[in-house]
T-cell receptor, first 113, second 112 residues
Framework: EAQVTQNPRYLITVTGKKLTVTCSQN?????MSWYRQDPGLGLRQIYY???????DKGDVPEGYKVSRKEKRNFPLILESPSPNQTSLYFC????????????FGPGTRLLVL | RKEVEQDPGPFNVPEGATVAFNCTYS??????FFWYRQDCRKEPKLLMS???SGNEDGRFTAQLNRASQYISLLIRDSKLSDSATYLC?????????????FGKGTMLLVSP
């Protein structure tokens, strides 16, 4: 089954404790991205990657890092989480940067205390 | 003007009603348009693309008005299962890549 998977789905952590949210897709998509969704603010793109070893900042990259060492994986790293990073995070992928149809992972709900 | 703007709602309608949402966009160079559906606490999923001539998929009809820069979604004969948030998505193409901009969504609540 073609899908985007994320782990963990739910996470409670404390300020400053580094964490990684994994994202994996099995559709051989070149383009992957991370969004956060907050009430009243909608979906905002954090980072995106157009292919292996190619990443770039989205609209709200501060406090986040990403890497794209393999085509299928695109982890999101919070080196020193803060409470304002409490949010619902979605990973997404599409065939390539020109393609429009985007597939989302199931989401990761993060609470930073 | 915000890039993609939607009335957040909620729209409360009874089963069987017809309901319509509008979405306005600011980038006149936008090339393509979509409606996504998002159930509570779940991921957005593509509902339908919006074509210049308008398109229909069962009870759902999407329309595009380029002159006024808005798109619409009409849902006929609403079902309880239509309760969700509907996201308007606009694609502003650069050279060889597409940039998807999401609206904040319109919430629909269909009641028995």
């Amino acid at each position: 089954e073609a899908q985007v998977t994320q782990n963990p789905r739910y996470l409670i952590t404390v300020t400053g404790k580094k964490l990684t949210v994994t994202c994996s897709q099995n559709m051989n998509h070149e383009y992957m991205s991370w969004y956060r969704q907050d009430p009243g603010l909608g979906l905002r793109q954090i980072y995106y990657s157009m292919n292996v070893e190619v990443t770039d900042k989205g609209d709200v990259p501060e406090g986040y890092k990403v890497s794209r060492k393999e085509k299928r994986n695109f982890p999101l790293i919070l080196e020193s989480p803060s409470p304002n990073q409490t949010s619902l995070y979605f990973c997404a992928s599409r065939v390539n940067r020109a393609e429009e149809t985007q597939y989302f992972g199931p989401g990761t709900r993060l609470l930073v205390l | 003007r915000k890039e993609v703007e939607q009335d957040p709602g909620p729209f409360n309608v009874p089963e069987g009603a017809t309901v319509a949402f509008n979405c306005t966009y600011s980038n006149s160079a936008s090339q393509s348009f979509f409606w996504y559906r998002q159930d509570c606490r779940k991921e957005p999923k593509l509902l339908m693309s919006v074509y210049s001539s308008g398109n229909e998929d069962g009870r759902f009809t999407a329309q595009l008005n380029r002159a006024s820069q808005y798109i619409s979604l009409l849902i006929r004969d609403s079902k309880l299962s239509d309760s969700a948030t509907y996201l308007c998505v606009v694609n502003g193409r650069g050279s060889g890549y597409s940039t998807l901009t999401f609206g904040k969504g319109t919430m629909l609540l269909v009641s028995p």
